[in-house]
């Protein structure tokens, strides 16, 4: 291996070195000297803290560990000094100010970015440890669920035709505490196991004994005392004796107990007399007149969205002459609340309700779409010609019972809210028009500007159009956030801003509400 005196070696390297920086293999085909010697010199330069920039001739190209090794070998020297080694190496004395600039805001760089790794790294702790507490949590809830569902499909056969008080055989007492054990282990509430099998958690408690035992029902065994008031063997048998008598025979007890006491007797109340007839089965309807019958309620529809279950009646508006009216026809959706068509008339006619509801399907663009319409029974929602028009518009048709008023609430609240406003004419008004011009600024006033009680305080536009959500979403975040600036102004939940979802016409029969919902949907 040949050897290189140190002053040809600094000869060398010279051309490597700025300012001339000439590239490795030419410096080798030049001088005769290997490669491998040459990057072998200039690392030795290197590790000692020298510029060693490469082949490249413009200084802006210069490696970021050649430029931090000027800016070390300059730290030291003067302006002029600083100067003279510029004009060696090619540079700017601009140049080194900069980069010695650059190494300085890289150092406090590196600071703040320790900071933030290390601010980061605590935050990722909090987040691991929320997240795991989370999960957790979901385990939990996941473990309980499964409990109650597996608790539900043993008990389910027990519990289908269970009513309250009903008593339990011990058999079946043994059945649901071991289920109520096994949920409860596996991780279901002592509550809400209790929910599923349909016992309370206190009679649960009584059907064990102190050591644990599970105890037969005492009840069938109980002493029960007869009443101090009963009717006695011979008072029944007096009754029944008194009413079967040929001049009692056509006569109900409301008739024979007075009929006794203006002759000075009393056996027993007219109550009574009707209980003892039943109870020997001589209480039955008798005679042409029709039995009576309960009267069916009215079928529960469900709307869960826009034009799906509307409602509409007519209503008086009063003139200003005494004995004059004209007639409001209005049509709301009662999801919404919205006010989807109304007309003022001088009178009431069943072409007027048609051509209303008819022009209504067609704003909503809701034609020959499943719908139903309730009202009242009244002479122009009955009309042959009404009728026809909903079944031309594919509209099933919903009434009320007679003289309920109740069966139309929607309508009649909108009406009140209507005639109770402080811009409602109490003197009545001077002309049909008048009316109108009237009602079209309530109708604009009530749709876009109300804010509904029944509806969480949206307008009925909002909620018609599907933007409740977001403004409930809105104010749901602006009480929250007033809630976490003052706490202790809120001694329970936030006020609900959630949105109402479906809405029930007449929910008192729940057995209505699944067919409503496939109508209506």
């Known amino acids: 291996m040949p050897r290189y005196s140190e002053e040809r070696k600094a000869a060398v390297l010279k051309k490597l070195l700025p300012p001339v920086n000439r590239s490795v293999p030419d410096v080798a085909k030049e001088e005769g000297i290997s490669e491998q010697t040459l990057y072998n010199w200039r690392r030795q330069l290197r590790d000692k803290g020298l510029p060693v920039p490469g082949n490249e001739h413009n200084s802006e190209q210069w490696s970021a560990e050649a430029r931090f090794a000027v800016v070390v070998e300059t730290a030291a020297l003067s302006e002029a000094e600083l100067s003279e080694y510029c004009r060696k190496k090619g540079l700017y004395p601009e140049q080194v100010h900069e980069w010695k600039q650059a190494c300085i805001s890289g150092a406090e760089q590196s600071g703040q970015q320790a900071r933030q790794e290390k601010k980061q790294a605590q935050q990722d702790r909090k987040r691991i440890l929320k997240l795991e507490s989370e999960l957790r949590r979901k385990d939990k809830a996941l473990a309980e669920t499964a409990a109650l569902l597996v608790l539900f499909k043993k008990a389910r056969c027990l519990l289908r035709d269970r009513q309250r008080g009903q008593l339990t055989p011990l ?14 282990a596996n991780g279901a509430p002592r509550w809400k196991a209790a929910e599923q099998l349909l016992v309370s958690l206190k009679t649960l408690n009584r059907w064990r004994d102190n050591t644990g035992q599970v105890i037969p029902d005492k009840r069938p065994g109980a002493l029960r005392l007869s009443p101090s008031n009963k009717l006695t063997e011979e008072e029944e048998q007096r009754i029944l004796t008194v009413c079967n008598k040929p001049e009692n025979a056509s006569l109900p007890p409301s008739q024979i107990v007075p009929m006794l006491a203006d002759k000075g ?12 007839l039943k109870k020997h089965d001589q209480h039955h309807h008798r005679g042409r007149s029709k ?6 309620k009215p079928t529960t529809y469900v709307a869960s969205g826009p034009n799906q279950v509307w409602c509409w009646d007519i209503s008086y508006f009063p003139s200003k002459v005494r004995g ?8 709301l959706d009662i999801y919404s609340r919205k006010i989807v068509a109304w007309e003022v008339h001088d009178k009431e006619s069943g072409e007027l309700a048609s051509s209303l509801i008819n022009r209504a399907v067609v704003a909503e663009r809701c034609v020959n779409k499943p719908m139903v319409l309730h009202s009242d029974n009244g002479a122009p929602m009955t009309s042959h010609t009404f009728q ?16 309920v008023s109740n069966d139309n609430a929607f309508a009649e609240s ?5 005639k109770y406003c402080p ?29 509904h009680s029944s509806i969480r305080f949206v307008t009925p536009e909002q909620r018609h159009d599907g933007r409740d959500k977001a403004i409930l979403e809105q104010r749901k975040r602006v009480y929250k956030k007033a809630r976490e600036k003052n706490p202790l102004r809120w001694s329970g939940k936030c006020r609900n801003w959630e949105p109402v979802g479906s809405v029930a016409l007449n929910p008192e ?9 496939k109508i209506a949907a």
């Not at 729940?510 to 409503?516: F, L, M, N, V």
Request: net charge positive.
């Open 171 to 184: 058999d079946e007492r043994l059945k649901l505490l071991t289920w109520f054990d096994e949920a409860t």
């Open 265 to 276: 007797e009393y056996i027993a109340s007219e109550s009574s007399f009707y209980r003892v």
């Open 291 to 296: 039995r009576r019958s309960k009267s069916s």
């Open 324 to 331: 004059q009216f004209w007639y409001l026809y209005l049509i």
């Open 388 to 403: 026809s028009k909903l079944a031309y518009l594919g509209i099933i048709p919903s009434h009320s019972r007679p003289r």
């Open 414 to 418: 909108v009406f009140k809210t209507l």
């Open 423 to 451: 811009q409602w004419p109490s003197q009545g008004f001077l002309t049909l028009e008048e009316s109108r011009n009237w009602m079209l600024s309530f109708v604009r006033f009530y749709n876009q500007e109300h804010r």
């Open 509 to 517: 029969r729940e057995s209505g509400a699944a067919d409503c919902i």
